[in-house]
């Protein structure tokens, strides 16, 4: 099976540029988190999707916004970008068996905002 | 609240044992994570413990107390590519969602 893929694997924008990212989960699973990490807070929850609805969210700006497609595909979009926003974007993509539960993060997406 | 907490750094030698702890303190439990992350990666999933005891994987294994809120992962026959940060990450009790608490991570630095 093909894991999580993402892209682009790095973005350089300026600020109050927006940007648009893309995940693909691993074939079967209908769940995808978003994470931000960055040095000095680590990985932060974003928002999840399940069967294209939006079932969490995290403590970020409305500036960051997601969506998920009926091929559980999922989009992240960051407007009004700043420069606090430069950061790895993961992608989680998620299945549940009885009480093995796995999830498993993409490559990323490495945002530089200038 | 929700806090997981990890101690910042360890060093070990090529060969031995070693174990990273994980505390933490949310309300309610739903499941812990441990994953491997290299310098310039993504985070690799290395185990999952839902129930209390240990999880054993090759050269890994997981340990997991819901009384003590309380995990470590176990790295055993330690090789040089296993220096990378460790993250334990609880999921969130609150709802159905996959949204996982990350502590802060372990570097493991690991010497010859």
């Known amino acids: 099976k093909a894991g999580v893929t993402q892209t682009p694997r790095y973005l350089i924008k300026t600020r109050g540029q927006q940007v648009t990212l893309s995940c693909s989960p691993i074939?079967?699973?209908?769940?995808v988190s978003w994470y931000q990490q960055t040095p000095g807070q680590g990985l932060q929850f974003l928002f999840e999707?399940?069967?294209?609805?939006?079932?969490n969210k995290g403590n970020f700006p409305g500036r960051f916004s997601g969506r998920q497609f009926s091929n559980s595909r999922s989009e992240m979009n960051v407007s009004t970008l700043e420069l606090g926003d430069s950061a790895l974007y993961l992608c989680?993509?998620?299945?549940?068996?009885?009480?093995?539960?796995?999830?498993?993060f993409g490559p990323g997406t490495r945002l530089l905002v200038l | 609240g929700q806090n997981i907490d990890q101690p910042t750094e360890m060093t070990a030698t090529e060969g031995a044992i070693v174990q990273i702890n994980c505390t933490y303190q949310?309300?309610?439990?739903?499941?812990l994570f441990w994953y491997q992350q290299h310098a310039g990666e993504a985070p690799t999933f290395l185990s999952y413990?839902?129930?209390?005891g240990l999880e054993e994987k090759g050269r890994f294994s997981s340990f997991l107390s819901r009384s003590k809120g309380y995990s470590y992962l176990l790295l055993k026959e330690l090789q040089m590519k296993d220096s990378a940060s460790y993250l334990c990450a609880v999921r969130d009790p609150g709802d159905s969602s996959y949204k996982l608490i990350f502590g802060s991570g372990t570097r493991l630095l690991v010497r010859p």
């Open positions: 999707y399940f069967s294209e609805t939006q079932r």
């Open positions: 074939s079967g699973h209908r769940s």
């Open positions: 949310t309300s309610g439990f739903n499941g």
């Open positions: 989680a993509s998620s299945q549940n068996r009885g009480d093995q539960e796995t999830q498993y």
């Open positions: 413990n839902v129930l209390d």
